[in-house]
């Protein structure tokens, strides 16, 4: 072996776009937090929006019985929950892509459909997973800022696409606000984007679907008809309590599902993840539950944050956006110290705003409480 002379290289290793890459910081996990600062009693994590009351008794049985054929590679087309779900939605089989999380599917999005000579529209105060796609990727894209309620401008971010516009990602309800768009709005988008010689293809992240209540939220996966280049994005991960088994999935025409499925890992969802979603789709009571927990806690929760002086945003999600007097890294500090973890944003450029998740009754108790000692004077 030769001295190796790093000075010599002609190339550097990566490209700038993948030099300036700032890593996804996830909520900080419940070990995490333990090591650090010792803390013995329950530790209480409202940062990731996950489900506070678990994964879906149901999709736990299949995930048993499916551990045992751990041995064998998964159907690579998913066929048993591509079929369930395409009975579940009324929709052809031929029109669902299933993922390694509806994050994997954003990835292989813009794998499929965008090179460094296209571009890309996201909002400001939305999923920062699709900036980290897009520069990984090297795909330039324009930030268009947030509407009023801090949710997307979706009538502005059809006006900022350009001739090589290929992608516009929305995230409705949208983390990290919880707001949402309604029909009319996103009726009028896709109306100003069809108007154009390539109508870019709209990525509609839908991973908080479950939740939405409002009248006029618009189903995505609905709309084909109307807009050919529509993705539906979903996921197991948040209402159905599945976060680790990592299953989400697309339903776009059949011409866009088939070039995701050309493009993906040959088997890129486990086997215990595809049959445990497959039978959590069966569970309608879990399903139930979840939501009425989530629509009671969810007024309940933001009312007492707004009593104690803090900027609620109306959400339509499991989780809540608000602003606090104190700066959101010493909130997040003192409350880690209290053993409960949230979700500062400071990161992303709103230093005095929080997301926090919510939890069960009593956990979400635990949550107020904890503010209501940490903000009195
Ligand atoms: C949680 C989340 C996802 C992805 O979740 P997966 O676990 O990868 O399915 C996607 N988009 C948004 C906006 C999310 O909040």
Redesign the pocket.
């Known amino acids: 072996m030769t001295h190796w002379d790093e000075d010599k290289r002609a190339r550097p290793l990566v490209g700038q776009y993948i030099e300036t890459l700032k890593p996804y910081v996830p909520g900080k996990p419940i070990e995490e937090l333990r090591r650090e600062r010792g803390i013995q009693g329950e530790i209480l994590k409202l940062a990731?929006?996950e489900n506070p009351l678990g994964p879906s008794p149901l999709a736990l049985e299949a995930a048993r019985a499916a551990l045992l054929e751990g041995h064998l590679y998964p159907d690579g087309a998913a066929f048993v929950l591509r079929n369930r779900l395409s009975e579940y939605l009324g929709v052809d089989m031929a029109r669902i892509v299933s993922?390694?999380?509806?994050?994997?599917?954003?990835e292989l999005i813009v794998r499929t459909f965008a090179t460094s000579a296209d571009h890309a529209i996201v909002s400001e105060h939305?999923?920062i997973?699709y900036r980290i796609i897009l520069k990984s990727m090297n795909v330039p894209f324009t930030v268009v800022p947030a509407a009023a309620d801090m949710g997307h401008d979706l009538v502005a971010m059809a006006r900022a696409a350009r001739s090589n516009t290929r992608l516009v990602f929305v995230?409705n309800?949208?983390?990290q606000t919880g707001t949402y768009n309604g029909r009319a709005e996103l009726e009028a988008m896709l109306s100003i984007l069809a108007e154009r010689p390539d109508p870019p293809l709209v990525v509609m992240?839908e991973?908080?679907f479950e939740f939405a209540d409002a009248e006029d939220y618009p189903d995505s996966s609905r709309y084909q008809g109307l807009y050919p280049r529509i993705v539906a994005?979903?996921?197991?991960?948040?209402c159905y309590g599945m976060?680790s088994f990592?299953?989400?999935y697309a339903v776009a025409t059949e011409e866009v599902a088939g070039y995701l499925h050309r493009v993906r890992a040959p088997f890129n969802t486990n086997r215990i993840g595809q049959l445990a979603a497959a039978a959590a789709l069966d569970d309608e009571d879990f399903l139930r539950r979840t939501l009425e927990l989530n629509r009671v806690e969810r007024a309940r929760v933001s009312a007492a944050l707004s009593d104690m002086g803090l900027e609620v945003v109306p959400t339509q999600?499991n989780f809540v956006l608000c602003r606090t007097p104190l700066l959101a890294s010493d909130l997040y500090d003192k409350l880690l110290d209290r053993g409960i973890i949230v979700r500062p944003l400071d990161g992303y450029a709103l230093d005095h705003h929080v997301r926090i998740s919510f939890g069960t009754p009593p956990q979400n108790n635990r949550l107020i409480e904890a503010l209501r000692e940490v903000l009195s004077p």
Not at 99 to 106: A, I, P
Not at 233 to 238: P, V
């Open positions: 990731s929006n993922g390694n999380g509806s994050n994997e599917l954003l939305s999923f997973v995230a309800p949208n983390n992240d991973a908080y994005l979903r996921t197991f991960s948040k976060a990592r299953v989400g999600a």
